[in-house]
Structures are given as C-alpha cells and as structure tokens.
C-alpha cells in the first residue's frame, strides 16, 4: 500500500513538473513567445482562404487565393510587437508613406506657330502631384493563459497625419501680349484663370483605443489572432489654399489669387473601432503573427 502511495506521488509529481515546464514542440522548440521576441503581423484572412480553397471548401479550390496583405485597418501600415516579458509586449504600428507623381503635356510653342514657324519649337507644361501618409501607433498589451490558446487585452494610442498637394508650372505665360490659346484676354473667350497651386494642408487623426482578443498558436512562434477594439477617435481636415492665376477686372494683367479651399471639416466619437484609417468605422481583424 505504501508503494502505491508512493508511485502515485511520484507520477503526480512527474505529471506536476512536466506541465510547470515551457511548452514545447516534438522537436523541442517552444511554442509560446518569450521575453525578448520580435513580432510581424500580416492579415490572415487571404491565408485562411487559402487552405479553405485547397480542402475544397470554397467555390474557387485556390485558383484565386489572395497573397498575405497588411492588418485590416492598417493599410500600408507595419504592426508588429517587442515583448518584454513572457506575458507582456509592446505594440507598435508605423507607416511613412510618401509619394510624388510629375506629370509632362508636351506640345509646339503657340508663338512659333503663329508666326509661321517651320519647325515650331516644343514646350511643357508640368504637373506635379505630391502626398503624404504618416501613422504612428504604440500601447501595451497584456496575455493570460499557459497553453497554445492565449487570451490578450490592453491600450494603445494612434496618431495619423496626411497631406497632398498639386502644383502647376505653365509654359505659356498669361498676358495680353503673347500670341497665345486663350490666354490672351479675359473676356470669356479663352481660359479666363489657371490653378498654380493647390494644398489640403495638415489633416490629422487621433484614437485612443483598448483592445482585446485571442490568439491560438498553431506552430512554434506562429500563431493566429482575433482581436476587437473600442476607443475615442478624433479626425480633423483643414480646408487648405489654392493660389490661382486670373485676370483682373479690366482683362488685361494676370495676377495671382490666393484663397481657402472650398472644403473642410472634422469628426470624432467613441465607437468599437479598429484603428487610425478606421477610427470611426466599426471593424475588426484576424492577424497571422511570427515570433522571432
């Protein structure tokens, strides 16, 4: 009877040491992240369609599938985490985003071409196009649970600023004095004024937003996660300036206008969200996640 007593105490302790232990694979590698451990997340939905296809559950048998996208919500934006416990990261989302398109219209000089010119000589107008998209995010996200399906929940704070703005060189100058298409009075017959630039000036977003989620590893520092949030939102769109060329009141000098855009505004509310393109919107995501 002692013996029997004795080896059920030493199974349960034997059971009791291999459960306090870290969860492993077969092969030995650890499944749950670690203190340390850089995170990259990517939207799972086109990954989930993938091997819903492959089994023939959906109509398409993966002849469609999507490459993995950005995090919904986030759009040209990198959200990943830094742990810095076992239980406990720092989340971060970052994006600068900028862009500037030139475009050139190519055509014969009108001077040359009215004066007969034989090989009229060729000037441009040119247009160019500019933007920008910044988003900045950080919080702290907090885990429970010891096995491969883990439960989250925390805060974070999201910041966006965007830009555009549209600037036109003109090759024909605007006067009563050059033998020019349109551009020679300010009657109505021709072109009576012409945008030189245009801006949208600074639009900004703001949320504040606490989340939470689970998230289920499926392989060694692989996982897949469904995450809520709710949170304050604030966005804000100035109504910018455009500087014209226009004739003046008698039609014969050109002279530059600047005035406010026609278009402004803002908005703001708490609201089950799901970040800063959507702080408004109701919305949610499924992440695929990989621990390095």
Do not use: C
């Amino acid at each position: 009877m002692k013996k029997l007593i004795l080896s059920v105490v030493v199974v349960f302790g034997i059971v009791a040491m291999a459960n306090a232990q870290e969860l492993t694979s077969k092969k030995g590698f650890t499944i749950l992240p670690e203190a340390g451990d850089v995170v990259i997340g990517f939207n799972a939905v086109p990954v989930v369609d993938f091997f819903l296809n492959v089994v023939n559950i959906q109509v398409d048998n993966a002849n469609y599938s999507q490459h993995p996208g950005y995090v919904a919500g986030f759009g040209q934006v990198l959200v990943g985490k830094y742990y810095l416990e076992d239980d406990q990261a720092a989340r971060f989302k970052v994006a600068i985003n900028t862009g500037s398109v030139k475009t050139s219209t190519f055509f014969d000089d009108p001077d040359d071409v009215f004066n007969g010119v034989a090989e009229p000589g060729e000037i441009e107008d040119v247009n160019v196009v500019k933007n920008m998209n910044i988003i900045l995010g950080g919080g702290l996200e907090f885990r429970r649970g010891h096995n491969r399906l883990q439960g989250f929940y925390g805060g974070e704070v999201l910041l966006g600023f965007a830009s555009n703005s549209v600037k036109n060189t003109w090759a024909v100058t605007m006067d009563n004095t050059s033998m020019t298409n349109g551009y020679t009075n300010g009657d109505g017959s021709g072109l009576d004024g012409r945008i030189l630039n245009q801006t949208s000036g600074m639009a900004i977003t703001f949320g504040l937003r606490g989340f939470g989620g689970v998230e289920y590893f499926f392989a060694p520092k692989m996982s897949v996660a469904a995450e809520f949030g709710w949170g304050f939102g604030m966005t804000t769109n100035p109504r910018g300036e455009v500087t014209t060329e226009d004739w003046d009141a008698a039609g014969v000098t050109a002279e530059e206008n600047t005035a406010e855009g026609a278009n402004g505004g803002s908005g703001m509310g708490f609201q089950v969200d799901n970040g800063i393109s959507q702080v408004l919107l109701p919305s949610a995501a499924l992440t695929m996640l990989f621990h390095f």
